[in-house]
């Protein structure tokens, strides 16, 4: 049983690591200077990426959950409640990238300071959440 206690976790925090890395490389893609349809296309395949590896972040945090047979301490809600909140502004950040018109310079900036704070965001809350259960483990 320990075991797979031991395996579940480390799955998930190679999921972590992994989506810590793709919100980096998204930080970093936003600040590069581009011409909005290159942008665009880079944008939407390092997106889907990110989407599904925060599927994985998710499905691998009920795994632990599950293995743990949910005797759960109160951080693992925390982690949940910041799961569902980067899940949120993930589809507000589809839906304003749906409205961005190719042509418009504004919404184009617009978009993409909205989407590097909410990856930014992202980052500091998984940081943050990581020190604090690395914390409260000990």
Do not use: C
């Not at 590097?116 to 000990?138: C, E, F, H, Q, R």
Request: hydrophobic share 60%; charged share 15%; net charge positive.
């Amino acid at each position: 049983m320990a075991d797979m206690i031991s395996m579940a976790i480390m799955l998930h925090v190679g999921s972590i690591l992994l989506i810590l890395l793709l919100l980096l490389l998204l930080v970093w893609h936003f600040s590069k200077e581009m011409e909005f349809k290159p942008f665009s296309i880079k944008y939407e395949q390092l997106s889907l990426y990110y989407r599904a590896t925060l599927g994985a972040l998710f499905f691998t945090g009920l795994v632990v959950m599950a293995v743990a047979k949910f005797d759960v301490l109160w951080t693992v809600y925390i982690m949940v409640l910041v799961v569902l909140h980067m899940i949120a502004t993930t589809v507000k950040e589809n839906i304003a990238y749906k409205l961005t018109h190719v042509k418009d310079a504004l919404s184009q900036e617009t978009f993409k300071a909205y989407a590097k704070k909410k990856y930014t965001i992202d980052i500091i809350l998984i940081v943050v959440l990581s020190a604090v259960t690395y914390a409260v483990s000990l």
